[in-house]
């Protein structure tokens, strides 16, 4: 009886169906690993680890289906002296290990390994996160104060000349757009700062620099920028610092 060519085994095998197979499910528990380090705060080294147990896994599937695919496998399962190709048979493993011999590749255990070693690989990191010390958020990583870019609080313009009253709060609401994200700053929204104004001048039409550094505090802006629009005429001139 001719002996199948190797590529005949390889067809017997599907070792291109299996193959399409793994990577697809290989992404996925990629996805998820990435998740779940964002959501519960892994260490790095989980993706790395996952990757590598996943290319080991490859391995292993691989051999199971070219195992799967022998003849000899087939008339073992019929005879009864090998467990079938979705049987797990945790006796029969036990036995072999004992023996020093590994145990024979079904599919049943070739997928059951895998979801126990990932589980072992994520509990694992879960267990070290907590006994570190470490917060397990659920959810993304929150901003903490020192991270979030430092405020800038627009305080309403000193106005004096006729008719530039608009400019007092125009030029609050104008810088306040334009220089949010300027040089990594944040500006304060100009109706926060409007509402710490009022509460810490009044109806006053302007402050003195303290007053306004106050305000600008209040509105939770580490720096303030106050200016003024003076009428000359039929000119304005307009200043800021």
């Known amino acids: 009886m001719t002996e199948p060519s190797l ?39 989980v993706m790395p680890v996952a990757v590598i147990l996943l290319m080991v896994g490859l391995v292993v ?42 145990p024979h ?23 070290y996160v907590g006994f570190s010390g470490g917060p397990v958020r659920f959810g993304p990583a929150e901003v903490t104060a020192s991270e ?5 609080a627009v305080v309403p313009f000193n106005v004096r ?29 100009a109706r926060t700062v409007m509402a710490r104004w009022q509460e810490q001048v009044g109806d006053a039409s302007a402050a003195d620099l303290e007053t306004a550094l106050r305000a600008a505090r209040a509105a939770g802006a580490m720096y303030a920028m106050e200016g003024s629009v003076v009428g000359l005429g039929n000119d304005v001139r307009l200043s800021a610092n």
């Open 7 to 45: 590529w005949q085994r390889l067809k017997r095998a599907r070792i291109v169906q299996v193959l399409a197979v793994y990577l697809g499910a290989s992404w996925v528990v990629l996805q998820i690993a990435e998740l779940l380090g964002e959501a519960l705060a892994l260490p790095d080294w």
């Open 161 to 189: 000349g006729e008719n530039l009253e608009i400019w007092r709060e125009g030029m609050m609401d104008l810088l306040t757009n334009s220089l949010d994200g300027v040089g990594g700053f944040r500006t304060i929204d």
């Open 148 to 152: 979030a870019a430092e405020g800038i």
């Open 61 to 102: 599937i691989l051999s199971t289906a070219w195992i799967q695919s022998m003849p000899s496998t087939t008339a073992g399962e019929r005879a009864g002296e090998l467990p079938g190709d979705w049987a797990i048979a945790p006796r029969d493993a036990l036995a072999s290990l004992r023996r020093g011999r590994l």
């Open 105 to 127: 590749l079904t599919w049943g255990r070739s997928i059951l390994g895998g979801i126990v070693v990932l589980a072992l690989l994520f509990g694992g990191a879960g267990m």
